[in-house]
C-alpha cells in the first residue's frame, strides 16, 4: 500500500466518524480532511450561479480553463461524492479546478440538495434541473453542446449514472461519455466487498449504514432505479464510460458489477481498478495514484471530445 495512504489511514483510526457526529458537524469535517489531503489548484476564472426554485436554490460553479483558441469549449457537467448527506462544491474544488485545467474542458459543478433534510430523490430532481438549465445556457458559456459529459464520484457517480439513463433518449440533451468515480449503484450494500473492507479503510461500514438511512425514505426506494441504477432493466445505448474503483473500497464491487453490466448491454466501457486505493483516493491529489487517476481521466475527456 502506498506510504502516505497508510499514513492517512492510520492517523484517521484515531479520529471520530461522521456517524458519530452531528450532520453539520461532519459536513465541516468532511470539508476540512478533504482540503488537507489535496493540492491547492489554480484555474483561469470561476463563476457561481444560482437557479432559482419555488422553495430552495440549486447552486452550479462554473470552471473555465485558459482559452487558447477562438473556439467553443467541451463541458463536463459533475456530480460531488459524499453518501448524499456530506459534500459540496466546496469539497471538490480543488479536483474540478484540476480536472478543467488539465483537459481545457468548462466544468459545471453541482451542489443538490442534501440528506436528511430532503431525502431521495431530492439529489435527483435537482440534477436533472441543472442539468436543463446548463443546456438551455450553454450558449452563455462558449460550450459545444455536442461536446459535454457528465461525472461524478461515489454518490455523485450514481447521480451521473441516472443522469445518463434518464436523458438517453432525450431530444436536446445527450452526453459524449459518462465518468463513474468509485460509484454507489446498488439498493443494499451487501457485495463481497462491503464486508471485507468494513472497517480500517476511511469508509467504514457504520459510515455507509449511516448514510443510508439519512438518505433513504422506506425500503420502496430501494426498488427505484434512481435510487440504485444497477437495478435498471434497459442499460442499452448509455454514452462511452470510464468506470474507477479502488481496491480497497467497500463500494469496489458494485463499481465493477455496474461496469459488467453495462458491457452485457452492448455499451463501450472502461473499467480500471487501482487496487492499492480506498474509497475516496480521487480526492487525495497529495497521492500519486490520485494523479495518475486524475491523469487517466483527463486523457478519456480529451479522447471523447
Known sequence: ???????????????????????????????????KCSFAEKIEKTKDIIINKKNYQIKIRVYFPQKKKKEFFSG????HGGGFVIGSIKTHDHLCRRLSRLSSTV????EYRLAPEFKFPSAILDSVD?????????????????????????????????LSILFRKHKSIRFSYQILIYPCTAPKPNNKSHITFAKGFLL?????????????????????????PIISQDLSELPKSLIIVAGYDPL??????????????????????????????????????????????????????
Request: contains cysteine; charged residues 30%.
Open 204 to 228: 467504514s461500514r457504520k459510515n455507509i449504514l449511516w448514510f443510508y438511512k439519512n438518505y433513504k425514505n422506506s425500503i420502496l426506494d430501494e426498488k427505484d432505479f434512481r435510487y440504485a
Open 76 to 79: 463536463l457537467i459533475f456530480f
Open 252 to 305: 469496489r464491487d458494485e463499481g465493477i458489477k455496474y461496469a459488467e453490466k453495462l458491457i452485457h448491454f452492448g455499451n463501450d466501457v472502461q473499467l480500471i481498478n487501482y487496487k492499492n486505493m480506498v474509497h475516496g483516493f480521487f480526492l487525495m491529489t497529495k497521492l500519486q495514484d490520485s494523479r495518475n487517476a486524475i491523469d487517466k481521466t483527463v486523457s478519456f475527456i480529451k479522447e471523447s471530445k
Open 107 to 110: 466544468i459545471f459543478s453541482v
Open 130 to 162: 441543472a442539468v436543463k438549465w446548463i443546456f438551455e445556457n450553454i450558449k452563455k458559456f462558449n460550450v459545444n453542446k455536442n461536446k459535454i459529459g457528465i461525472a461524478g464520484d461515489s454518490a455523485g457517480a450514481c447521480i451521473a449514472a441516472v
Open 1 to 35: 500500500m502506498d506510504k502516505k495512504l497508510k499514513e492517512i489511514l492510520d492517523r484517521s483510526k484515531t479520529l471520530p466518524e461522521f456517524w458519530q457526529m452531528d450532520v453539520d458537524t461532519a459536513r465541516q469535517t468532511y470539508l476540512d480532511r478533504c482540503v
